[in-house]
């Protein structure tokens, strides 16, 4: 699947924590808060399909994160340690 401009590379159970968990801080069970960002990405990547250890990107890419805030004790998770938290 060819993706150009932006991309979302969310694992199953990133993607699964995202809709359907309760957004509740690991440390205190306070209410998370969730931010949106990008990082722009114009750099080599591996392809493994071609055979060619690093190719570069045509097109600068928007790659999109997840964050959640903890609104009572102001900690910080990405999407990416809470999703693999949960059993
Ligand atoms: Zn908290």
């Given at each position: 699947m060819e993706t150009k401009g932006a991309s979302y590379s969310f694992t199953f159970r990133e993607m699964k924590y995202l809709l359907?968990?309760?957004?509740?801080?690991?440390?205190?069970s306070g209410l998370l808060i969730k931010h949106k960002h990008y990082i722009v990405r114009t750099d080599m990547f591996d392809d493994s399909k071609t055979g060619n250890s690093v190719v570069k990107r045509d097109t600068p890419m928007k790659e999109w994160h997840y964050n959640f805030d903890c609104a009572t004790c102001q900690s910080s998770f990405p999407l990416a340690e809470l999703a693999n938290k949960k059993g």
């Open positions: 359907f968990s309760k957004k509740k801080c690991p440390s205190c």
